[in-house]
């Protein structure tokens, strides 16, 4: 069973930085896009930022410029480097990495980690 767990989360002050981490454990087999998502009281779930096996970036444009993903696939960890940090940031945070199809760890929609939570204060 595919487990993702999340770290790095708390209380800041505006402009201030984060670093999240989410390291996936279960499988042996390669992760395909692993990436960070959000949700804010009252608020859907929103992609903030991807990142393809081949290391290819998607970020959101409230975060472009501030925010900054990465992985090192030897240790099958996403990382999400925040800064400039805007109490609009406040959410938690999510990860979600998604396997090969045709594999044993395959499933839609990819796997999700526990959350973390990001208070960002004016």
């Known amino acids: 069973q595919v487990q993702l767990v999340e770290s790095g989360g708390g209380l800041v002050q505006a402009g201030g930085s984060l670093r999240l981490s989410c390291t996936a454990s279960?499988?042996?087999?390669?992760?395909?896009?692993m990436g960070w998502y959000r949700q804010a009281p009252g608020k859907q779930r929103e992609l903030v930022a991807s990142?393809?096996?081949?290391?290819?970036?998607n970020y959101a444009d409230s975060v472009k410029g501030r925010f900054t993903i990465s992985r090192d696939n030897a240790k099958n960890t996403v990382y999400l480097q925040m800064n400039s940090l805007k109490p609009e940031d406040t959410a938690v945070y999510y990860c979600?990495?998604?396997?090969?199809?045709?594999?044993?760890?395959?499933?839609?929609?990819?796997?999700w980690g526990q959350g973390t939570q990001v208070t960002v204060s004016s």
């Open positions: 979600n990495a998604n396997y090969p199809r045709g594999t044993s760890a395959y499933r839609q929609g990819g796997y």
């Open positions: 990142i393809s096996s081949g290391a290819r970036t």
């Open positions: 279960g499988f042996t087999f390669s992760i395909n896009a």
